[in-house]
């Protein structure tokens, strides 16, 4: 992972250790994490508080040139001929600035400004309230890198550059490498487990199918159905099958993979009951989601409502923390769709999408009374080229997005918003794919830190941060 040799070698040993201790082989998710996480924080004390961290990842590469887009006229003027080639041609895929919803944002202080379309009117809202984030031009790094040195090839790049199956692993993992097998999330899962009592459900919860961040050394994502919770294990299954299987299960086995299969069998049907018992005594948000806009593109009313679903199963498992016994969990939900090559006519609903759920899931929060204690956050493949294709938009690089939360110092944007010139310092190739100012790396070490993680600790769930400027980038209180 690029890790620094020292703390490599020490975390090489604390692994060994685990293993010898035989934690793999402890059929309890809670047991497992919270020894290993006794045994390898260096600095992360155990927390006593509540935690919960919310990716929202945009599978496709979101489009950031129509996410945020300049506001100032000057800017506005770039945006549209880089997009467009020309000032004079009639407008295609660039957003009209009068459609536009400027920010106020006190850290753009050289007369430049910045709106959000107008599809995203609710989550403007919780920025003008204090509560989002904006951090543009995020991506996937090696080093820090100018456009010179990009164009020279003279430092490392990531490997596969608008690549989408290899960057969305990179931005997952935190690390450009083929040979890293853990996410950061799941690293971060690893050091602070021992927050959290034995529980049958891991604190990683993926409501959006496999991902790689979630995925730790100990830690593990437990897929759930964003309808009914757990996967119904017996749903086809009368009572006499199910307490034949359970009544074998019990047999003692001699062969080790037999044991270990039998493990995963006792596992999956603790977790299941759990989760079935608990979220019985959930509160319903149903009120919050509400229903679909009748304005909505019609071909995305299903993304909309599969959008809620994820969302407010996380609000439910969030409100019956207390009974899977954790003080920290890490939730994956996501939406597809954001690989716009043909048309960019559907974007704007498709924020729309993004924009409403995440208002509806704050009011969520605040509904427990945990706002200040979960933070959703961003993130995607890549962005997308500054210049259109004609009617859409191709892969790119860096991208721009939103934390949010009670506990986020919202009404601002953190990093540089880009000069959006095709010849400008801020663009690479001809179709102006933005060269990322701020790096995953740094990022995650923000969010990392306020989840809990010591500084002396980052460099495990972040290996590569000290290769940058900002390891905290200051959005977190």
């Not at 059929?27 to 006593?48: D, M």
């Not at 951090?135 to 989408?164: A, C, D, K, M, W």
């Not at 009374?369 to 933070?375: A, E, I, K, M, P």
């Not at 009670?406 to 933005?434: H, K, M, W």
């Amino acid at each position: 992972m690029n890790t620094p040799p020292m703390l490599r070698s020490r975390r090489r040993f604390l692994l060994s250790a685990a293993s010898v201790a035989g934690l793999g082989a402890l059929g309890n998710f809670g047991v497992s994490l919270q020894s290993f996480a006794a045994a390898s924080a260096v600095g992360s004390a155990v927390p006593t508080d509540y935690r919960a961290l919310v990716c929202f990842f945009l599978f496709g590469g979101n489009d950031n040139g129509n996410t945020l887009i300049p506001y100032d006229q000057t800017g506005y003027n770039d945006y549209v001929l880089g997009r467009e080639g020309s000032l004079s041609r009639p407008l295609g895929v660039t957003r009209l600035r009068s459609d536009l919803l400027p920010l106020v944002a006190p850290s753009l202080n050289d007369g430049r400004q910045v709106g959000l379309p107008k599809e995203m009117s609710r989550l403007k809202s919780l920025y003008d309230g204090g509560k989002l984030a904006i951090v543009p031009n995020v991506g996937v790094l090696s080093y820090p890198t100018t456009r010179s040195q990009y164009e020279s090839r003279t430092i490392e790049l990531p490997p596969q550059l608008f690549s989408h199956s290899d960057h969305q692993r990179f931005w997952q993992l935190g690390v450009p490498s083929y040979s890293t097998r853990t996410g950061w999330g799941g690293r971060m899962a690893d050091l602070l487990a021992a927050a959290n009592s034995a529980s049958a459900v891991s604190m990683c919860v993926s409501l959006s199918g496999n991902n790689v961040w979630q995925v730790g050394d100990y830690a593990l994502p437990y897929p759930v159905n964003a309808e009914t919770g757990a996967s119904e294990f017996w749903s086809f299954w009368d009572n006499r099958r199910r307490g034949a299987a359970m009544q074998l299960n019990q047999i003692a086995r001699p062969n080790m993979l037999q044991r270990q299969a039998s493990a995963v069998f006792n596992r999956t049907v603790a977790a299941q009951e759990l989760m079935q018992t608990a979220l019985q005594g959930s509160r319903d948000f149903s009120d919050l989601f509400g229903s679909v806009p009748g304005d909505l593109n019609p071909g995305l009313v299903e993304d909309y409502m599969h959008v809620q679903e994820q969302m407010h199963m996380v609000a439910r498992m969030i409100d019956v923390r207390a009974q899977f016994g954790h003080r920290r969990q890490i939730y994956f939900i996501g939406l597809g769709g954001f690989d716009n090559h043909d048309s960019l006519d559907d974007h704007g609903d498709r924020l729309r999408v993004i924009a409403d759920n995440f208002a509806a899931f704050y009011q969520a929060t605040e509904r427990m009374g945990v706002q200040n204690s979960v933070t959703t956050f961003t993130g995607s493949d890549f962005g997308r080229t500054l210049k259109s294709n004609g009617t859409g938009s191709d892969h790119g690089w860096g991208s721009h997005h939103f934390v949010m939360g009670g506990a986020v110092r919202g009404g601002d944007l953190y990093g540089r918003f880009p000069n959006l010139s095709l010849t400008g310092p801020d663009t690479v190739e001809q179709q102006g794919q933005l060269l990322p100012s701020t790096s995953v790396d740094e990022y995650a070490g923000t969010l990392a830190k306020w989840f809990g993680v010591a500084s002396t600790d980052l460099p495990l769930v972040v290996p590569n941060l000290g290769r940058f400027a900002h390891p905290d980038l200051g959005f977190m209180s």
